[in-house]
Nanobody, 126 residues
Framework: QVQLVESGGGLVQAGGSLRLSCAAS????????MGWFRQAPGKEREFVAA????????YYADSVKGRFTISRDNAKNTLYLQMNSLKPEDTAVYYC???????????????????WGQGTQVTVSS
């Protein structure tokens, strides 16, 4: 069983920055592929970013490429999402997710993740 707890969300003005954190339980965090997704009101949950077990391979949605950075600290069992140049359209609940089944590769699809956090709200005002 893996528990994921996000933090770091909040209200920020357009152009500002936030850093989200996701603390994971378990002794094998370093073997998981990890990702961030987001869900805006009335919309489907969508992929934001993902990375493999070591952090050496990263993937981003086109909408956040160049503005967001995903990273991990395996010694702290923590996943991060640094969000810069935020836009109102980035407003959503952000979820971290863990894939414990597919060998620690970065996964881009929702169904490839088997554990999810409860989410943290990010609101960007114009």
């Amino acid at each position: 069983q893996v528990q994921l707890v996000e933090s770091g969300g909040g209200l920020v003005q357009a152009g500002g920055s936030l850093r989200l954190s996701c603390a994971a339980s378990g002794r094998t965090f370093s073997s998981y592929g990890m990702g961030w997704f987001r869900q805006a009101p009335g919309k489907e949950r969508e992929f934001v970013a993902a990375l493999n077990w070591s952090g050496s391979s990263t993937y981003y949605a086109d909408s956040v490429k160049g503005r967001f950075t995903i990273s991990r600290d395996n010694a702290k069992n923590t996943l991060y999402l640094q969000m810069n140049s935020l836009k109102p359209e980035d407003t959503a609940v952000y979820y971290c997710a863990a894939d414990t089944r597919y060998g620690g590769y970065a996964q881009l699809l929702r169904h490839e993740y088997d554990y999810w956090g409860q989410g943290t709200q990010v609101t960007v005002s114009s």
